[in-house]
């Protein structure tokens, strides 16, 4: 069983920055592909990016790009969302995704290990 805990989202203003983890407990995390979605109120939840096991390969969402950055530390059992120049838009449930895969995975149904979720607000 794999567990994931996410932390670090909050509020912030528009153009600000926030950084989310992900810590993973249980299996190897070093072998699974990680994602970060989102969902806003009345909204599907949606895939914001994407990150291999080894951190080689990523993906992102068009409305994110050249403002968010995925990456991952295997020592540490943790994946991050980097998220610059915020925009009220943004606001959402954010959410991190797991499963055991050799491929980078964009699909909400790929993914089998879900955390709680972690409200992030940008304010205008």
């Known amino acids: 069983q794999v567990q994931l805990v996410e932390s670090g989202g909050g509020l912030v203003q528009a153009g600000g920055s926030l950084r989310l983890s992900c810590a993973a407990s249980g299996r190897t995390f070093s072998r699974f592909a990680m994602g970060w979605f989102r969902q806003a109120p009345g909204k599907e939840r949606e895939f914001v990016a994407g990150?291999?096991?080894?951190?080689?390969?990523?993906a992102y969402a068009d409305s994110v790009k050249g403002r968010f950055t995925i990456s991952r530390d295997n020592a540490k059992n943790t994946a991050y969302l980097q998220m610059n120049s915020l925009k009220p838009e943004d606001t959402a449930v954010y959410y991190c995704?797991?499963?055991?895969?050799?491929?980078?995975?964009?699909?909400?149904?790929?993914?089998?290990?879900w955390g709680q979720g972690t409200q992030v607000t940008v304010s205008s």
């Open positions: 995704a797991g499963r055991a895969s050799v491929r980078l995975l964009t699909q909400l149904s790929e993914y089998g290990y």
């Open positions: 990150v291999s096991w080894s951190g080689g390969s990523t």
